[in-house]
């Protein structure tokens, strides 16, 4: 069962919630740049990263799902939230050119439709980021973040589901290396950057970006029957001499 959106909004109140996105947030900033221009939607509950994005692309969306709930988002201005069902979102094919699934997969009873459907709304030049707890991480142990519900994953488990849904992994990084503790949340500039030179198996978070694949559909071909009909005339041998008695 998915965490509320309640209690999903109070962990992004807390220290560690603010530490756990602007951690996030940097990475996803590095993967991508700015979207100056594009068409972005987050799936899940990908709000909290998606301010970032929202000041220099052309639109961004939020789809919620509804085993979870929705609430308005921006807190100011028209709402940009959407509630829907893993696998159906409400967009047309092929609208979107960047993509950000998190706190997804990971309740999801079926993620991999859930991914079929995110590469239906995905540009063919679209990227695609997806972040989850690590299996190792002390993050996907700690219950008290939404980040320790449902099911982890490996790198290359990850890697596995992506390429399933006919997604191409095309790189990957971590982040989170701070431990799930309030009151260590102000020293996680200096975890992310010892974790990720000694300690890069214990994050607390995989970030992956996939490209969408496409394939040419190549006609069916179909048996035919070649008739020949016999010629009028049978050729003569090329280079025959006639004789008297032809």
Do not use: C
Not at 12 to 39: C, F, H, P, Q
Not at 240 to 245: F, H, L, V
């Amino acid at each position: 069962m998915r965490r509320d959106i309640l209690a999903l909004r109070q962990f992004y109140a807390s220290r560690l919630g603010s530490t756990a996105r602007e951690m996030t947030a940097r990475k996803i900033r590095e993967i991508w740049g700015n979207a100056r221009g594009l068409d972005v939607l987050g799936v899940g509950y990908a709000t909290p990263y998606l301010a970032d994005l929202r000041r220099d692309a052309l639109r961004v969306v939020a789809a919620m799902p509804a085993s979870q709930g929705v609430e308005p988002w921006p807190a100011a201005g028209p709402n940009l939230s959407a509630l829907s069902e893993d696998d159906a979102l409400p967009f047309r094919n092929a609208l979107f050119d960047r993509i950000l699934v998190v706190h997804a997969l990971e309740e999801s009873a079926d993620p991999l439709a859930l991914l079929r459907d995110v590469w239906r709304v995905m540009a063919p030049s679209g990227r695609l980021v997806v972040a989850v707890a690590a299996r190792n991480g002390l993050w996907a142990n700690s219950e008290s973040t939404p980040f320790g519900h449902g099911r982890p994953y490996s790198r290359q488990q990850l890697a596995e589901l992506l390429r399933a849904a006919d997604l191409e992994p095309v790189g990957w990084t971590r982040a989170l290396y701070v431990p799930p503790i309030g009151w260590m949340a102000g020293w996680s500039e200096g975890f992310e950057q010892v974790g990720s030179r000694f300690w890069p198996g214990f994050s607390g978070l995989i970030l992956m970006e996939a490209v969408k694949q496409t394939f040419a559909v190549r006609p069916r071909l179909q048996p035919a029957t070649l008739r020949l009909s016999r010629p009028a005339l049978t050729p003569q041998s090329i280079g025959r001499q006639s004789s008297p008695a032809d």
